[in-house]
């Protein structure tokens, strides 16, 4: 049996996934890093993109995340997510939605806060614009 690490996927409403896993694939502020067991401690910020979570050599489940941070140390790696949704679950609809949802909150900003967050919008839709396009 290949050597596994804890994965733990969490939200602010609950723990989403705890299992071992052979390795997770996460996207980082500064780009995609995969986790193998006996990995490094690091902590990282995360962007918009797709989590792949390996088993059997293989991915066995992907999830979108808007934001959140990792936590890699020896007893292998916790997610901190705002968002997670399983990329089976992303539809061009759904993309859609948050696009216009988005475009009003860029439309309506005035202020430097409400653009940063009208920008972060943006560009979490945009991500999942390209999630739909691949996985639909």
Known sequence: MADTLQFE???????????QVE??????????????????????TLRPGVIDV?????IAQQY??????????????TVLVDEAVPVAEITRAKADERRA???SLV????????????AAAMRVADEMASVAGRAN
């Open 64 to 77: 979108f995340v808007a934001a959140g941070f990792a936590e890699v140390n020896a007893s292998g790696i």
């Open 54 to 58: 390996y088993r059997g050599g293989a």
């Open 107 to 118: 439309e309506k900003a005035t202020s430097e806060d409400d653009k940063r967050k009208a």
């Open 101 to 103: 949802s988005a475009q």
């Open 9 to 19: 996927l969490v939200s602010p409403e609950r723990l989403l996934l705890s299992e």
């Open 23 to 44: 390795m997770v694939v996460v996207p980082g502020t500064d780009g995609y890093f995969g986790v193998l067991p006996k990995h490094a401690p690091v902590m990282s």
